[in-house]
């Protein structure tokens, strides 16, 4: 492949493992501190508010950036690069496989609940969501970096 492709696609996977992070990150310090000192029946009415627009924009961001990670591990030259791409890639899966099977399933099971009239014994999810979010913008955070390196030794 040409070195304008490997660059170009370094970049795009640069930019969409930093969008990903930015936007956890962003919910990690500002969203959740938030959600959490809300009442239970405002916090169901903001969480749908909230997380409307995310489905299907974060996850086409974060597969995409996974495959241009593994594209990039085999397109490029030096084996620790290759490693670098690799790695991040199967931590952006990281992020995918909990987002799917533990935070998603959560923001359902909020999206069903009447603002107002929450049941009586109703589990309140804002712990463990949170606890998984910081997960995977951990893995975001730790994907985001070895991108970057990659990118820079990709250019050099």
């Not at 809300?38 to 409307?52: F, N, Q, S, T």
């Not at 987002?99 to 909020?110: D, E, F, G, K, M």
């Not at 606890?131 to 985001?144: D, I, K, V, Y």
Request: hydrophobic fraction near 60%; charge should be neutral; glycine fraction near 8%.
């Amino acid at each position: 492949m040409s070195t304008f492709f490997t660059h170009g696609l370094s970049v795009l996977v640069l930019l969409g493992s930093g969008i990903v992070s930015g936007v956890f990150f962003a919910v990690a310090v500002s969203v959740i501190p938030m959600a959490m000192d809300l009442p239970v029946d405002r916090y169901v009415e903001v969480h749908k508010l909230l997380g409307r627009n995310y489905d299907p924009m974060m996850p086409i961001i974060v597969i995409t950036s996974i495959l241009g990670d593994w594209v990039l591990a085999v397109l490029v030259d030096r084996a620790w690069i290759q490693v670098l791409f690799a790695l991040s890639g199967v931590l952006l899966l990281g992020v995918s496989v909990i987002s799917r099977a533990c935070n998603v399933p959560i923001n359902r099971q909020v999206a069903l609940v009447d603002a107002g009239t929450i049941p009586a014994g109703w589990q309140d999810p804002r712990p463990l969501w949170r606890g998984w979010h910081h997960l995977r913008t951990a893995l975001a955070l730790l994907g985001l970096a070895l991108n970057a390196i990659a990118v820079a030794w990709v250019a050099v």
